[in-house]
């Protein structure tokens, strides 16, 4: 059963996961993304922290795993997973 949740709830290890499949899949269909390397998982984990922080987001957890996650940034945002 899906649950909405605050985004600041999100466990940040499952969030780096769920970002870090996302962007293999689509690196997979675009083929001319570069591999994740430690670096870009480190920014990545910064992007993490700073999405936790802002105040307009939800995420998607299902059956206690996190499924997605959408968060507004004023015109931008950040949508994963689901």
Same mark, same amino acid.
């Given at each position: 059963?899906?649950?909405m949740i605050e985004v600041k709830d999100m466990n940040?290890?499952?969030t780096v996961a769920l970002c870090k499949q996302e962007y293999v899949e689509e690196m997979?269909?675009?083929q001319s993304m570069p591999p994740m390397d430690q670096e870009m998982?480190? /920014?990545l984990v910064e992007v993490i922290h700073q999405v936790k922080g802002a105040?307009?987001?939800k995420a998607l957890v299902d059956e206690? /795993?996190?499924a997605g996650f959408l968060q507004m940034f004023g015109c931008?945002?950040?949508l994963a997973g689901v």
């Amino acid at each position: 059963m899906y649950q909405m949740i605050e985004v600041k709830d999100m466990n940040i290890e499952e969030t780096v996961a769920l970002c870090k499949q996302e962007y293999v899949e689509e690196m997979q269909r675009a083929q001319s993304m570069p591999p994740m390397d430690q670096e870009m998982e480190d /920014k990545l984990v910064e992007v993490i922290h700073q999405v936790k922080g802002a105040p307009y987001g939800k995420a998607l957890v299902d059956e206690g /795993k996190l499924a997605g996650f959408l968060q507004m940034f004023g015109c931008n945002f950040v949508l994963a997973g689901v």
